[in-house]
């Protein structure tokens, strides 16, 4: 409670409001280090429980695979701090894409934590979420309440910066570099975006990923909007800005990356088709770590599918991504992906070259060519 309130004055919020859900990040032990392992513990010997559905976000390794390839220490301190949330009745569900198990009603309050799943929250799914830090989604899973103030507030989520794309963009890999490119120029701006209205959602999960990798803004807005625009700032994003944004994301042009990796922000079960039907009768090539990453209800829920993909050399791994796992301790140093924001992190969370491409490239590759 003592963190709600503190942070409920630091924005001069009045009250705290319920909320539907929280999700709190930095779960792996590699983002979150040894001193918040004891901060969970007391909190967990303390009684704390979660008073609302409560989902976290993924952690350093799968159950399977990569639990067997990581050092027994990275194990145990992971499991240590998983164990806490159980503890604290908090759903292991290990996913950056809660909105898929649960999908949060319209104009629903939540406390949210991991900066794409905030993004693609109030903006795909209208429900209103700040972007939490990981203790203050906890806290407010603890109490169910959350401060009522920014993207709760109706007048903070009115766009004020008009976004003019000069052309529609055509894949995965171009509305990422959209997010990364706008994210450095809106500051904490709320933007209308043109030209997203026949957008899929697997498109805008990547432009909400991208958008919070490389900015504060927690909200987009698509039209139709009742809104007057002609006073609003402008910016115009060029075929050339998307250009030179997407080949700043990748630092080598090689084409044998060490890993492949689909699944920044967690597949959909319509992305794991796609990949299932791509793979069909195909081979990864020897040497290539090839992985795609999604939440366990989705892999549950698609189980011909990922076998199919299996089946192809790919492993589809729940609770864990790239960017929070230790690549750098299983030697790998370079990495394909079709994710802006991973492309956008590797270099210093993964200490890795990146390349990035749409995802059929980025099979076609795992493939052998
Ligand atoms: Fe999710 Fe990891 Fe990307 S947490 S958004 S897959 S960096």
Not at 78 to 85: E, G, N, V
Not at 130 to 155: C, D, F, Q, V, W
Not at 226 to 243: H, L, P
């Amino acid at each position: 409670m003592k963190i709600l309130v503190r942070l409920g004055e630091l924005f001069e919020s009045e009250r705290l409001i319920p909320i539907d859900s929280a999700h709190v990040s930095g779960i792996s032990y590699k983002t979150l280090g040894d001193a918040p392992i004891e901060f969970l513990e007391t909190l967990a010997n303390s009684g704390g429980k979660a008073k609302v559905r409560t989902t976290i976000n993924p952690q350093s390794f799968d159950p399977k695979y990569l639990a067997k390839k990581l050092p027994a220490n990275i194990r145990g301190k992971q499991l240590r701090i998983l164990k806490q949330f159980e503890r604290m009745g908090v759903a292991p569900s290990s996913t950056c894409t809660p909105y898929y198990l649960d999908r949060p009603r319209r104009s629903s309050h939540l406390a949210w934590a991991e900066s794409s799943a905030v993004v693609y929250a109030n903006s795909v799914l209208d429900a209103h979420t700040n972007r939490e830090g990981g203790p203050s989604a906890l806290a407010a899973a603890i109490i169910g309440k959350t401060p009522n103030y920014g993207m709760h507030e109706a007048e903070n989520r009115r766009p004020e910066v008009l976004v003019d794309v000069w052309k529609p963009l055509r894949d995965e890999v171009e509305f990422g570099a959209l997010g990364i490119h706008l994210g450095k120029m809106l500051g904490d701006k709320v933007p209308l975006i043109q030209g997203l209205r026949h957008a899929s959602e697997d498109n805008l999960k990547q432009l909400s990923a991208a958008l919070a990798a490389t900015g504060m803004t927690n909200m987009f807005r698509r039209e139709p909007i009742d809104t007057e625009t002609s006073r609003m700032e402008k910016i115009n994003v060029g075929s050339k800005d998307i250009a030179q944004t997407t080949k700043s994301l990748s630092t080598v042009s090689t084409q044998k990356p060490d890993l492949v990796f689909i699944g920044c922000p967690h597949c959909s079960i319509t992305e794991v088709k796609r990949i299932a039907q791509m793979s069909e009768g195909k081979k990864t090539r020897s040497g290539t770590e090839c992985w795609v990453c999604t939440s366990r209800y989705i892999k549950e829920m698609a189980v011909t599918d990922v076998e199919r993909i299996e089946r192809s050399g790919f492993h589809v791994l729940t609770d864990v991504c790239t960017v929070v796992s230790w690549t750098e301790v299983l030697g790998i140093k370079t990495i394909m992906t079709n994710s802006a924001k991973t492309a956008h992190y590797a270099p210093t969370l993964n200490k890795a070259e990146t390349i990035l491409a749409p995802v059929s490239v980025c099979l076609r590759t795992a493939f052998g060519g």
